[in-house]
């Protein structure tokens, strides 16, 4: 079982509102990551976590906020978010930080009006 | 960071035919992956590659890790309609860096009937 599930599917929001995405694996995976893609882009790294602790953030504008719970869990809580933070958000894991291959979720798409 | 050239950028091609895309970089690694991404949806791994030389078989796909480790082909044969997406390239070095990901650019396929 590779699976990593990610709710919602889709999310509109405002740029005053505060939402949250949320990414979840059960595969005792101990790396897990934030990735941002557009439209006909690969995807782009926001936030690594690993073994639960914060371990690369790529310059990410503080209006986003990644939390891991667990080991089971990870957040991305969302503040004043502008309309060009509007895309698809993808999370992965692995079994450890750098030894071993990626596995995606399906992905948020997130429209900001 | 590591720039990586995937061609071609897009492929229109009818039903049974033969695929064959490919990946460069400047820089060697020692894993190399193939993705595929269908509309608003996640990438799904393809193919690993870990060693240099290796070719691997997944049902009509195959790929092959470069001698040089700075490239990297897929095959699909006899193509059909579900083969259409995105198809993403990913280097990777395992063991350092907390395993980045280094993504092509993609080669968009269109498969017609």
């Known amino acids: 079982d590779t699976e990593v599930t990610q709710t919602p599917k889709h999310l509109v929001m405002g740029m005053t509102n505060k939402k949250s995405l949320k990414c979840e694996q059960h595969m005792g995976h101990r790396a897990m990551y934030w990735y941002k893609q557009k439209a006909k882009k690969p995807p782009e790294l926001m936030f690594v976590y690993s073994y639960e602790k914060l371990s690369i953030n790529e310059s990410v504008p503080s209006r986003f906020s990644p939390e891991c719970p667990n080991s089971s869990l990870l957040n991305l809580h969302l503040h004043a978010l502008q309309p060009e933070d509007s895309a698809l958000y993808l999370c992965?894991?692995?079994?450890?930080?750098?030894?071993?291959?990626?596995?995606f979720g399906p992905g948020t798409r997130l429209l900001v009006l | 960071g590591q720039q990586l050239n995937q061609s071609p950028q897009s492929m229109f091609i009818q039903e049974g035919e033969d695929v064959s895309m490919n990946c460069t970089s400047s820089?060697?690694?020692?894993?190399w992956l193939w993705y595929k991404q269908d509309p608003g949806e996640g990438p799904v791994l393809l193919i690993a590659l870990y060693k240099a030389g290796e070719l691997t078989s997944n049902g009509r796909l195959t790929a092959q890790f470069g001698i040089t480790r700075k490239d990297s082909f897929l095959n699909i044969s006899a193509s059909i309609p579900s083969d259409v997406g995105i198809y993403f390239c990913?280097?990777?070095?395992?063991?350092?860096?907390?395993?980045?990901?280094?993504f092509g650019r993609g080669t968009q396929l269109t498969v017609w009937p």
């Open positions: 992965a894991s692995s079994r450890t930080p750098n030894q071993e291959t990626q596995y």
């Open positions: 990913a280097g990777q070095n395992r063991g350092s860096t907390l395993g980045r990901l280094y």
């Open positions: 820089s060697i690694f020692n894993t």
